[in-house]
Nanobody
Framework: QVQLVESGGDSVQAGGSLKVSCTAE???????MAWFRQAPGNEREGVAV??????KRYADSVRGRFMIARDNANSLYLQMDNLKPADTAMYYC????????????????????WGQGTQVTVSS
């Protein structure tokens, strides 16, 4: 049983920084792991993805401000700097049923396992 649990969400001022984390268990290998976010009234969007070798991909809206990382225990992190009110959303950790990561996808339907989310609120 794959379980993903996010933590670290908070309320911050614009321009501030925040790091969210995801603990993962129950899967084998080194599948793609990704962060998605969903603001009220919006569709869920891909933020960043990392493969088992450290390859990364970012959405245009966060490139240069956010950094994704994973450790050998398959915990996942998202360091967010220079936060903007537009970054306000529920942030979700996701992974796939594959044992490796052949394509750095930011497409929601490519991911089978999801956490419950952690709320990030950025005020101006």
């Amino acid at each position: 049983q794959v379980q993903l649990v996010e933590s670290g969400g908070d309320s911050v001022q614009a321009g501030g920084s925040l790091k969210v984390s995801c603990t993962a268990e129950g899967f084998t290998g080194r599948p793609c792991m990704a962060w998605f976010r969903q603001a009220p009234g919006n569709e869920r969007e891909g933020v960043a993805v990392v493969n088992g070798a450290g390859g990364k991909r970012y959405a245009d809206s966060v490139r240069g401000r956010f950094m994704i990382a994973r450790d050998n225990a398959n915990s996942l992190y998202l360091q967010m700097d220079n936060l903007k009110p537009a970054d306000t959303a529920m942030y979700y950790c996701a992974t796939t049923s594959q044992t490796s990561c052949s394509r750095l996808s930011l497409i929601e339907s490519d991911y089978q396992y999801w956490g419950q989310g952690t709320q990030v609120t950025v005020s101006s």
